[in-house]
């Protein structure tokens, strides 16, 4: 039972472009949710993070969107680099009174075309 | 910026064999966790640590094992290696006193043969 879906396996974007990744998921109790990126042979690292009490949370070039009510993430990156091509995570996890491992999505791997 | 710290890299083991993995934290990150990531699959929690003591327990066979000694570092032992157990296993760690963002280091490919 996969509780982090990321339903796009792969996402093609030119350079410069809005790169929107997507992640949903079914469990209401998770609080905290994270987006990671993984370069091939790398461990996963961290870009930015929202808290459930939040709707957004922005980071550079990085934003990420959160709808409850929907139980949807996103993660835009704007604008879009070729540096920026790897596979994004998208990880969920119950920060109060859980322990606070993280429940990964699959992963959607983005490709940035110069 | 220092980094999680994971030996080896690359290990390579028979069926049946045992196999130990290192992973050293972030100075002052006194959580650690421990993940298997399977080919094209997502990382899949093992077991967590807090403070030395086992804090939490996933989907981890009885044939392996870990701790967390007086200087935070972690190890994870795996004996009886089954062909399914080839894999990358990330450790992760994260501060004391508050945040919920996990560090992962780069990762130890197991291999068994």
């Known amino acids: 039972d996969q509780q982090v879906k990321q339903n796009s396996p792969s996402l093609s974007v030119q350079e410069g472009r809005i790169s929107i990744l997507n992640c949903d998921y079914t469990?209401?109790?998770?609080?905290?949710f994270l987006w990671y990126k993984k370069y091939p042979a790398e461990g996963p690292t961290f870009l930015i993070s929202?808290?459930?009490?939040?709707d957004k949370n922005e980071d550079g070039r990085f934003t990420v969107f959160l709808n409850k009510s929907a139980k949807h993430l996103s993660l835009h990156i704007v604008p879009s680099q070729p540096g920026d091509s790897a596979v994004y995570f998208c990880?969920?996890?119950?920060?109060?009174?859980?322990?606070?491992?993280?429940?990964f999505g699959k992963g959607t791997k983005l490709t940035v075309n110069p | 910026a220092a980094g999680v710290i994971q030996s080896p890299r690359h290990l390579i083991k028979e069926k049946r064999e045992t196999a130990t993995l290192k992973c050293y934290p972030i100075?002052?990150?006194?959580?650690v966790y421990w993940y298997q990531q399977g080919p094209g699959q997502d990382p899949q929690f093992l077991i967590s640590?807090?403070?030395?003591?086992?804090?939490d327990k996933g989907s981890i066979p009885d044939r392996f094992s870990a701790q967390q000694f007086s200087d935070y570092h972690s190890e994870l032992n795996m004996s009886s290696l089954e062909l399914g157990d080839s894999a990358l296993y990330f450790c992760?760690?994260?501060?004391?006193?508050?945040?919920?963002?996990?560090?992962f280091g780069p990762g130890t490919r197991l291999t068994v043969l």
């Open positions: 929202i808290s459930s009490i939040k």
């Open positions: 100075p002052r990150h006194d959580t």
């Open positions: 990880a969920a996890t119950l920060a109060q009174g859980g322990s606070e491992k993280l429940v």
């Open positions: 469990n209401s109790m998770f609080d905290y």
């Open positions: 992760a760690s994260r501060p004391a006193g508050g945040g919920y963002t996990q560090y």
């Open positions: 640590f807090y403070e030395k003591m086992q804090s």
